[in-house]
């Protein structure tokens, strides 16, 4: 399981290393923009274009047709999300927050700190983050 380190856990694990070549280098670049990056609520849960949670499919839709277009568009917004196992967690019909069942964390959707904050939970990472950063 890959999950969310810190920059400076990686700054330090390249400098026991001694590895600083180039490719090492640039893959470190790429960890920390990711850490600096504000975290969006498309990183937690699938979102439609629109920025809002979209859910998957009912496969029970009579027509056929838009139930396949349903869920490739909730497929596109799946594969955009960074950390698995989140779903919206719904009080008072507002979206106050995300939350992981496994982790029992509820993180704000008022993302007021980067990325890089989120280290210390251990978030598991989707391909799509993996394939982000290079780990």
Wanted: aromatic share 12%.
């Amino acid at each position: 399981m890959k999950t969310l380190t810190s920059i400076s856990e990686h700054s330090d694990y390249l400098e026991k290393k001694y590895i600083f070549d180039n490719e090492k280098w640039h893959l470190h670049r790429k960890r920390v923009l990711f850490g600096k990056r504000q975290p969006q609520l498309s990183d937690f849960v699938p979102c439609g274009e629109d920025g809002l949670p979209i859910e998957k499919p009912s496969e029970h839709l009579e027509n056929r047709s838009l139930y396949y277009q349903e869920l490739e568009a909730y497929q596109k917004a799946l594969d955009k999300v960074l950390f698995k196992g989140f779903e919206i967690c719904r009080r008072n019909e507002r979206m106050d927050c995300v939350y992981n069942k496994e982790l029992d964390l509820h993180i704000s959707t008022k993302f007021d700190k980067t990325l890089e904050y989120l280290t210390p939970y251990n978030l598991e990472l989707t391909d799509n983050a993996i394939k982000i950063i290079g780990v």
